[in-house]
C-alpha cells in the first residue's frame, strides 16, 4: 500500500485535472469545491432547519411543543440535525452508497453532514467523532462501514478528532426496516457499548439516515452511560416523519431512562 502521503497526492492531483460530477444533477463541478455537489443542486435539498424537531430532527409541525415521532420516545441525543430529506436523487446515492459499494460518496456526505452540524450548532467543539458503528459480521459482509465513512470526512471538515473505536456495536440486530417504532427500539437496545470514552465530554455521532432516530439513540445512550455529558447526532438526510409511527405503542420498559435524556 503507497504511503497516506502518496495517496492524499494522488488525490489532490485527480481533483485538478479529472473532471468531477454533481451526485444529485451530474452536471460537472468546480474542482475547487469541497464536495462532489454544485452549489445549486446543494442549495436546493438542504433541510430548512427552521420548524425541525431539534431532539430528531423530523420537519414536522409541533403541536403544542411536543413532536409527533419522538414525543413518545426517550432519545438519549441531546439534539438532532439533518442535511436533507431522505427523498429523490439524494435517497438513490445513499442507497448505492449502502448497499452497491459507492465509497466515494463517503466524501460528499460527510462534507453535507459537517455542513448541517456547522449550521445548526456554530458554537459547539466536539472532542470526537464517530459514526454509528456496523457490527462486525456486518462489517465483513460489506467491506466497509459507511457511517464511519463518511464521519472521517466530517470530522476532517469540521476539524474535530474523528474516533472510529469510540462506539462498538456488541451484538447483530436485524435491518430496522420495516419494523415499527417500539420493534426499532427494542431491537437496537443494548446493542451499543463506549470504548474509551473518559475524556470526551461533547460528541458527535453520525450516520446516513435517520427515521425514528431509534438506532442513533442507542449509539448515543452508550456514550451518555460511559460519562459523555453532551451528545449531538447528524445524518446526511431525515426520512420524511411517517404518521403511523406517531400512533405506534411504545411500551414504558422501552423508554430507557428518563435521566439520560437530559443535558
Ligand atoms: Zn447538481
Ligand atoms: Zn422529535
Known sequence: MPP??????VRALADVFM???CIICGREVDHRRSADICPKCEAQIALPRAGTCPKCCAAVPRFGGSCPNCHNMSLAMNESTAFGVYAGALRDRIIE???SGARHLARTFGYLAARAVSETWPDVRFDAVSGVPLHATRFKQRGFDQAQGLAAYAARALG???RPGLIKRVRPTESQVGLTKSARIRNVKDAFTACRAE????????DDIMT???TMSAACRALKRAGVKTVYAAVVARAAFAPEDAAADVPTEDRGGEHEDQP
Open 4 to 9: 497516506p502521503a502518496i495517496t492524499e497526492l
Open 19 to 21: 473532471p468531477r460530477y
Open 97 to 99: 452508497f449502502k448497499f
Open 160 to 162: 474535530a478528532r474523528y
Open 199 to 206: 475524556h470526551v465530554l461533547t460528541a458527535l455521532v453520525l
Open 212 to 214: 425514528t432516530g431509534a
